[in-house]
């Protein structure tokens, strides 16, 4: 007869309101966001918080400084950069008819240069089927970004609450760790601080980081778009610094736009624009890059490209952000369970 003993009721007990909570937050989880953006906020904003907390601070005066800094960095840049942001939008929006017919005709001239060269006709077919596949794509990823900026309208009062939230979430956020650990039986808690001192690790190279990379990228970029007097260069440098975070691919797609608006310009125009994206990601590489991000992320270049196309292929543009950091935690998880095991 087998005998139930407390400890097995306990851990059934347990693996069944584990299961519980996961299907009650898939359930809810359309109205989760203002709690994952407030969480985003608060994981981004500690170490500033415990900084000026270890300067002599208290914790809730620490929070209501950098409250008081961003906000008013929000502002002052906000009432600078937004007229213009909205004036670069509505010439965008009046120009983009003429915008449209100068591209068709730039397209008609290159295709009847393509139609009367000398390729073979089997070379002309794997062409004409790649640019199409490469038109799909561009088009899905701009679909993508509209949807999602339109999404993100829509959601206005969550991302409102969003700040109230992280800043609950920042005034308890060490007691909430250690309420968490005060849940798992006595003999993980060690190992569980280990890993998510890790993931921390982690997480900070390519959530902190690589946002400090892309505000910086994205400076440049419009400021270098500026004095090259290229139109709608704080759209292109916001559009531009938004994509950088992908890596790789963020910065040959945030330049496609750049090169295409100086291209109706002037060829010449547009080699600058070329150069300008290639110095800057030669800059983000091997200086801007290694002094923020360091060597946290942990992975290979080639893993790194694998899972940002599996990241794409399972959730589009939002799969392709995070596929890297979910690839990373996984690694970090994995190498404590193989030494666990092993």
């Avoid at 062409?127 to 999404?151: C, F, M, N, P, T």
């Avoid at 910086?216 to 950088?244: E, H, K, N, P, Q």
């Avoid at 392709?320 to 990373?328: I, R, S």
């Amino acid at each position: 007869m087998m005998i139930i003993t407390r400890k097995t009721v306990r851990s059934v007990l347990l693996a069944a309101a584990a299961l519980l909570g996961a299907y009650f937050l898939w359930r809810v989880r359309g109205g989760l966001y203002p709690f994952v953006i407030a969480f985003f906020l608060a994981y981004v904003l500690n170490p500033a918080v415990d900084w000026l907390e270890r300067k002599g601070l208290r914790r809730v005066w620490a929070i209501a400084c950098l409250y008081v800094v961003l906000f008013a960095c929000v502002f002052v840049a906000g009432s600078r950069l937004i007229p213009l942001l909205v004036r670069e939008l509505e010439s965008f929006g009046q120009e983009l008819p003429l915008m449209t017919a100068k591209s068709q005709e730039l397209i008609d001239i290159l295709q009847r240069q393509y139609q009367n060269s000398t390729l073979p006709h089997s070379l002309r077919v794997a062409l004409d089927s790649g640019l199409v596949s490469l038109q799909e794509s561009v088009q899905a990823l701009a679909a993508a970004a509209v949807a999602g900026i339109i999404h993100i309208l829509a959601h206005f009062i969550g991302l409102a609450i969003s700040p109230i939230l992280a800043f609950y979430l920042l005034h308890d956020w060490h007691g909430l760790g250690a309420a968490a650990l005060r849940t798992l039986p006595a003999r993980w808690r060690h190992e569980t601080v280990l890993v998510l001192r890790d993931v921390d690790k982690v997480l900070s190279g390519v959530i902190r980081g690589q946002v400090a990379v892309a505000v910086i990228v994205g400076i440049l970029v419009s400021t270098g778009l500026y004095f090259l007097d290229v139109r709608y260069a704080l759209i292109i440098g916001i559009l531009a610094g938004a994509l950088d975070v992908i890596p790789y691919f963020g910065a040959f797609i945030g330049a496609t736009p750049a090169v295409t608006v100086a291209l109706l310009t002037s060829p010449w125009l547009a080699i600058k624009v070329a150069l300008l994206f290639f110095v800057i990601h030669q800059l983000e590489g091997t200086i801007i890059g290694p002094k923020i991000l360091g060597d946290n992320v942990g992975l290979h270049p080639l893993a790194v490209i694998f899972f940002l196309f599996v990241g794409e292929e399972l959730g589009g543009l939002v799969g392709m952000l995070l596929g890297v950091p979910a690839a990373a935690v996984a690694k970090v998880l994995l190498s404590h369970l193989l030494r666990i095991m092993i």
